[in-house]
């Protein structure tokens, strides 16, 4: 299992760039989420999807866009960047058994925008 | 909405015992995470509290208490590589799947 995979690692982009953020599980996960996490702060949840097909936005979804086209990815578009998208993202997947939830993190994906 | 608080940061010593609290304030609870988090590195998964109590798993315990919106992250026979980020995050009944993180305790652990 390589459990939760990000692609890129590290991206720099010119503001107005486009890009998209790829996050792939193999554990059969149902959740999937994106987070952005800027220094010295929480992660902020920006779009997750509770199955195939299905998404939905979460505290911070301004300028990003989400599909889930098939279970074991989840994509993160950037349409035209901005400054202030400067951050690491981190995607994440769960599972929930007898009512106790497991959550796993991607190694996370460095963006600067310039 | 969610709300929720935890120290900043907290200095411990090697072989000591910690305590990290995190409070919140939530329409609509539905459990509460624990996840270390080194620099530089993803957060990985500690704890799941959904009822009140206290769960023990190794040198780590986690407990909650619903009714007053506490919960607290106990590390016990500190050691020099706990020196993390400890984040707090609670989810949401009414968007299912939906969690809010706490900004974070940065846990120094000194010789």
């Known amino acids: 299992n390589a459990g939760v995979t990000q692609t890129p690692k590290f991206r720099v982009l010119k503001t107005g760039q486009s890009m998209t953020l790829l996050c792939a599980q193999d554990m059969n996960h149902e959740y999937m989420y994106w987070y952005r996490q800027d220094p010295g702060m929480g992660l902020r949840l920006i779009h997750y999807s509770v199955g195939e097909g299905t998404t939905a936005k979460g505290e911070v979804p301004d300028g990003y866009n989400v599909s889930r086209l098939k279970k074991q990815n989840f994509l993160l578009g950037l349409e035209s960047a901005a400054p202030s998208q400067t951050s690491v993202y981190f995607c994440a997947s769960s599972y929930s058994r007898q009512g106790k939830e497991t959550q796993y993190f991607g190694p996370g994906t460095r963006l600067l925008v310039l | 909405g969610q709300n929720i608080d935890q120290p900043t940061e907290m200095t411990a010593t090697e072989g000591a015992i910690v305590q990290i609290n995190c409070t919140y304030q939530t329409s609509g609870f539905n459990g509460l995470f624990w996840y270390q988090q080194h620099a530089g590195e993803a957060p990985t998964f500690l704890s799941y509290n959904v009822l009140d109590g206290l769960e023990e798993k190794g040198r780590f315990s986690s407990f909650l208490s619903r009714s007053k919106g506490y919960s607290y992250l106990l590390l016990k026979e500190l050691q020099m590589k706990d020196s993390a980020s400890y984040l707090c995050?609670?989810?949401?009944?009414?968007?299912?799947?939906?969690?809010?993180f706490g900004d974070g305790t940065t846990l120094t652990v000194k010789p």
């Open positions: 995050a609670v989810r949401d009944r009414t968007n299912a799947g939906k969690s809010t």
